[in-house]
């Protein structure tokens, strides 16, 4: 496997050592005699990552070679691009990824992947019937797992979700919506919706970029995989109050939640209490009590939902539900994920093994010369494309002769 290219001919190796120094080391960043081209291996295609942009930056283009072919090949990239940087390495993950590491970044902003035979990408490739390829923006941390509760109307789901509001206003959120339709009085754009033409989010349905959507009196809406991704970059644990189809499409992806069905006691208790509400005409209950039935039947039958409360008595059924998520013997608090001050030069270094990465800074500053080491561990990667890509162990290491055994946790 490919670790680093100085230029698109010049191939690194993985070392047997990870702590091998300095022949263990292979110089990364900007090198001007390959024009700021990085290039790795995966699967015997050759991935060029990067190029001249404004004379300063250089872009994140990719062409691929097929080496079993000769050719070159034209991609179709999906995901959002990380914006041009002064200098960036790249190393195959997986053999299905590349992590591209940004030089003279934030934190926030180095780590990215750029998923080359993921399931996703296999399965867009299918789709769309071109090679394809999609980035994916790497964070430190598991971060919080989405919560997934569903449940047939009239259960109480949404009384249960509003507790949980108000005991834990900074620890759970709510992902923004999309919808086709106009805004309607005083309604703003990314608070109450996302207003996007219809061309625009159909489009972004078929890349698999959204966790599920309806038509609704001729209007789409539906819940985008980022607009979760963006609570859980809050510092949030995000909620999704969604039916058992929706939670099954949400199943389907990328996306790692947590998933909890609320049922009644009896389908002849949930006849009543809708009844109960006495807010609509038997028309409607009759189409909610069908409705509420397939869901009953598949929520408690279909192995989907990693747990099921039953919502005899609402106080004793919140109690299970602070239990399962965790929060009985906790106060309210975000949950931000916190990475202290990292940014890896445009001169660095890196070493590859096992699915840790060693990165060797080097600066110099009035005269000295400093060295930093940080170590990065990819073996527990969730999520990706076209999500967040996350899992990263971020490592400071004091120094070469300590190796593993004296590292800490950014």
Request: aromatic share 6%; net charge neutral; proline share 4%.
């Amino acid at each position: 496997m490919s670790v680093k290219r100085k230029g698109c001919g010049d191939v690194g190796q993985e070392t047997d050592n990870l702590f091998d120094v300095p022949d263990g080391l292979l110089p990364a960043g900007y090198d001007s005699e390959s024009n700021g081209y990085q290039t790795a291996i995966v699967n015997d295609k050759i991935y060029v990552v990067g190029g001249s942009s404004d004379g300063e930056k250089l872009s994140m283009d990719v062409k691929i070679f097929d080496k079993s072919t000769g050719k070159w090949l034209i991609p179709t990239i999906l995901g959002t691009k990380p914006v041009p940087s002064k200098g960036h390495s790249a190393v195959p993950v997986n053999n299905d990824r590349i992590l591209i590491l940004k030089g003279d970044c934030s934190a926030a902003d180095c780590f990215w992947f750029l998923e080359v035979d993921t399931p996703y990408v296999r399965e867009q490739e299918k789709l769309l019937g071109t090679d394809v390829i999609a980035w994916s923006k790497g964070v430190a941390g598991d971060g919080s797992k989405p919560v997934v509760i569903s449940g047939p109307s009239g259960v109480g789901k949404g009384t249960l979700i509003a507790k949980l509001m108000k005991e834990f206003p900074t620890t759970f959120g709510f992902s923004v919506s999309h919808t086709t339709r106009a805004p309607r009085n005083k309604e703003i754009n990314g608070v109450h919706y996302h207003f996007t033409e219809r061309s625009i989010m159909e489009k972004e349905i078929r890349e698999g970029k959204f966790l599920e959507s309806a038509l609704v009196h001729g209007n789409l809406y539906g819940t985008s995989i980022e607009a979760v991704e963006t609570v859980t970059d809050a510092g949030k644990r995000c909620i999704l109050d969604i039916d058992v189809q929706g939670a099954r499409s949400v199943r389907s992806s990328s996306l790692d939640a947590s998933f909890i069905f609320i049922c009644p006691p009896s389908f002849e208790e949930l006849e009543k209490r809708l009844r109960a509400r006495g807010t609509e005409t038997e028309e409607q209950i009759q189409k909610r009590l069908r409705n509420a039935r397939a869901e009953f039947d598949e929520g408690k039958s279909s192995g989907l939902f990693d747990h099921i409360l039953v919502n005899d008595d609402l106080e004793t059924c919140y109690q299970n539900l602070k239990k399962l998520l965790a929060l009985n013997d906790r106060t309210d608090a975000n949950c931000q994920p916190t990475v202290k001050s990292f940014k890896i030069p445009v001169s660095h270094s890196i070493s590859n093994k096992d699915r840790k990465i060693l990165i060797h800074s080097g600066t110099s500053e009035l005269g000295k010369e400093s060295t930093s080491l940080f170590l990065l561990d990819v073996s527990s990667l969730k999520g990706g494309a076209p999500g967040r890509t996350r899992g990263l162990g971020i490592y400071a290491i004091n120094s070469y002769a300590e190796g593993l055994d004296d590292i800490k946790l950014l």
